[in-house]
């Protein structure tokens, strides 16, 4: 998918929401995190990208609690806080999309964005209020779900990474974290899911977007921050960069082949997929 022309709001001026200083990680003889920086601020979408072994799986676990840090401080809404599991994330305000989902497939849209959150008392569910807040959020995304009532396992790819978009709104977070939420998907579902991107930045939240490919980091993205080697390599505003200095950032050379490929404006199928 090409990068879309169409205007985008001007990059927020505001106080970061969520940022990171000096994070450092380590397993065993391995150093995962080095002195690792990042800002994200309200109605930002920040793109982190890397080639594989960068440590963007690691600072993502270590924003949603799922690792500690071994030094270096993460502040979020204006005071330094320690995430010390995934439901403390969750209680501050930063909800995290991963990968797989995480989706069961024989329940349906209510029951799935619910799961473990369920409305009610007494042992009795509240299945109306549940119901009311499912279309709220997914009407907040401008989502194309035939019915909150469906099945999992009756939507699309692009319809399933809705639902746990959706899903990551339970709460009213300030961030929202998608780990590769493009990855095996088609033109038109990647092009829907990046209109919801879109509508979480018109909602005022934070975004840290996780992606391989260039094409749609460039397409919704306000900043990108590139991690090498579990550093911060280089930092770029999206008016700013070509996918050559994207290239050329993340494999830590501008004369290799790919980063000529894409100088010489040849195909994003080459510049724009390079692997986590």
Known sequence: M?????ERPEPSVADP???LSGIEKRFGAVQALSEVHLDVA?????????DNGAGKSTLVKVISGVYQPDAGSITFSGRK?????PSEAQALGISTVF????????????????LGQERGSRGWLDEVSMEKEAWRLLR???????????PIAALSGGQRQTVAIARSLVGAPKIVM?????????????????????RLRENGLGVILVSHNMADVQAVADRIVVLRLGRNAAEFNIADVTTADLVAAITGASDNVVAERARRGQPDSIAGAVDE
């Open 42 to 50: 309200p109605g930002e979408v920040v793109a982190l990208v890397g």
């Open 178 to 198: 998608l780990d590769e939420p493009t990855a095996a998907l088609g033109v038109a579902q990647t092009a829907e899911v990046l209109n919801l991107v879109e």
């Open 2 to 6: 090409t990068a879309t022309t169409k």
């Open 99 to 114: 990968q797989d989902l995480a989706l069961c497939d024989n329940l349906d849209v209510v029951a799935n964005l619910f």
């Open 17 to 19: 929401v969520l940022s």
């Open 140 to 150: 907040t995304l401008s989502a194309k779900i035939p019915s909150v009532r469906i």
């Open 81 to 85: 806080v320690q995430v010390g599991g």
